[in-house]
């Protein structure tokens, strides 16, 4: 569906999957001080240059903050690549903010860490009624 009728808005098509993140990582992504989401899975082929929803959870800093499971806006990402190393995924630290010997996020190299780079990225406003107003939190999503 395009823009208006429920799109974005903003010429795509409204999402029709949602990528969950824990706050305050969805803050840092929509302001731009992240630039690289990072997860041991790359991202699947059909979803590169897409829109996506971005439910926010808690998480367990958001949890002590009283944060609400919500879809907080919407990303577009480029194709993924693994992290081949530790130094690699270093140097891309002001990128993905994760810290180092982060326990749940950070480096593992029993794992491969692949970034998701972010191409755009929208807030969700519920007062303009332009953006994602039929993106209910309550969606039943298809998450990957």
Known sequence: ???GGGGTGRGFEAPKV?????WPWTQALLNGQKS????????????????????????QQGRERGIK???VGCVIFGPSFAYQTEEAWMAD?????IPPGDPEFGWDPRRTK??????QKWWHDPSTKRHLTRLPVEQQWKSF
């Open 93 to 97: 630290h002001s990128k993905h903010l």
């Open 69 to 71: 499971r919500s879809v």
């Open 18 to 22: 949602g990528l969950h993140c824990n």
């Open 114 to 119: 692949f970034a998701w780079p972010i191409v």
């Open 1 to 3: 569906q395009a823009a």
């Open 36 to 59: 690289i989401e990072t997860r041991h899975y790359s991202l699947p082929p059909e979803y590169v240059g897409v829109p996506i929803a971005l439910i926010e959870i808690p998480g």
